[in-house]
């Protein structure tokens, strides 16, 4: 979060934060090298190891704060898919858990200073998106056969305006993995944009940086909770595709 | 998937910089796919076995608890039974402990009185008894009194002429 703030004038590089760099040296990125990216993910599986395995290896009738905190993250996703998807949904709540525990730690990960923000790469979160977006597809297709149309054939409303509502259900549709990947992104790239445009103005502003350093404080709680709530809203997104995927009638 | 590129140029965002994007998404793949077994070989079973057994442990427990409530509810009524059952014995016991008493008494009064009266029936003999010795001795001494005084009058006294004026006087 430093390093950037010029020798002179006001100097801001508010993105360079996100530059994806080789993590040993070179300057070439092939799709095997480890960069900044490997690094701050492999952080995240280690942080999910160590709550969610290392956390609960006491197995404890009365748990520890640890184990509290991944039963209360295993419940608080369980409760999502079951509410959301319904109880077939159940079935795939590995998956749901394996994203939302990913952006959680991603997010909060990169809220160190100096860290590398994983989530903040449309790279990333359109993998991600489209991933989900494939998958609820494949799978409404392969659970409702040619049924699964009949998501965007609104029963309900008059037989005249059904063909342009469901000309509009399917491009959104097909809006959805862009929606759902830039949002995430977007929030994530933003706030720590904003926060380094204002460490910016704390380097050259002198006695007055207490109010840039004000708001930096003020706008990093607002990134805690937007942390966590973009996580909570992807999955709660992606389980309101997949309950779409195995009930496609409205 | 092999891209060859620079480090690009720090040009606008570099989100942008698709040069980047075969490696994160290689990344991305692989981190997703780690914790994706971490979770469902090992974390999420285990933390529903544990949430499981809890559940299993307390509803045991709630069980357990509701059983122990009847048994005690069970155990008060015995005991309220018993102690009204004692307390009825002891009653019983209290009025024939009474009854007994009173025929104890009854007896023994019974018992007392005829004493007492046999007792009075003796005396009374006994005082008959005297006053007829009494009766006697007085007529023995006015006899002798009655003669003396005769005699000491100077005149022979008729015995029997004594006597019988004796007897006739104190008869009288």
Known sequence: MASDQATGGLQIHPMDQFIVKPLFGGDAIHWYTPTNVTLWMALAVVCVVLLLVIGTRGRALVPSRVQSIAELAYGFVYKMVEDVSG???VKYFPYIMTLFIFIVFANFLGLIPMAFTTTSHIAVTATMALAVFFFVTILGVVKNGIGFLSLFWISAAPLALRPILALIEVISYFVRPVSHSIRLAGNMMAGHAVIKVFAGFAGVLGVGAVFPLAAITA??????????????????????YLRDALHPHH | MATDTKAAEPVGMPQLDFATFPNQIFWLVVTLVVIYFVLSRIALPRIAAVLAERQGTISNDITAADELRLK??????????????????????????????????????ARADAEISARAAEAEKQIAEIRENAMESVTIVARATAGELVAALGFQADEAAVTAAVDAKVKG
Not at chain 1, 228 to 238: G, H, K, N, R, S
Not at chain 2, 78 to 84: Q, T
Not at chain 2, 86 to 105: F, M, Y
């Open chain 2, 72 to 109: 005690a509810q069970e155990a008060e009524r015995a005991y309220e039974k018993a102690l009204s059952d004692a307390r009825a014995e002891a009653q019983r016991i209290v009025a024939a402990t009474k009854a007994e008493i009173k025929a104890d008494l009854a007896a023994a009064t």
């Open chain 1, 87 to 89: 109880k077939d949904g």
């Open chain 1, 219 to 240: 706008v990093y709680a607002l990134e805690v909770l937007v942390s966590f709530i973009q996580a909570y809203v992807f999955a709660i997104l992606t389980c309101v």
